[in-house]
């Protein structure tokens, strides 16, 4: 959509143009959108424990957000992966909304 030259660096501001499906085509507006610093943490969480946390705690140390990804989703009820994912996420849910 834009030449590297006009691409925001991460956390930066950055602008670009719109056009108003309502005007004339020659006429534009101007949205504003930011860069958001999102950290990714991925794992098994079989089950969610005191180092998942910890690990979480430190991507938001760098990163206004974190997205958590359940892997190995399509296993359970076995000796390795003894939750669901729907399990999993209720756990880390409910460890997360802890206050502190």
Same mark, same amino acid.
């Given at each position: ?32 959108? @930011? ?9 098994? @969480?079989?089950? @969610? ?23 190995? &989703? ?8 003894? @939750?669901? &994912? ?15």
């Amino acid at each position: 959509m834009f030449p590297n030259s006009q691409l925001a660096k991460p956390g930066i501001e950055r602008e670009t143009l719109i056009a108003n499906h309502k005007s004339p085509p020659t006429t534009t507006s101007r949205a504003v959108t @930011f860069m958001v610093n999102r950290g990714l943490y991925v794992g098994r @969480f079989q089950p @969610f424990h005191q180092g998942h946390l910890e690990a979480i705690q430190y991507v938001l140390k760098e990163a206004e957000e974190a997205v958590i990804a359940i892997g190995s &989703a399509q296993y359970s009820h076995n000796t390795n992966n003894p @939750f669901t &994912a729907g399990e999993r996420l209720v756990m880390i849910r409910k460890l997360l909304e802890k206050p502190g």
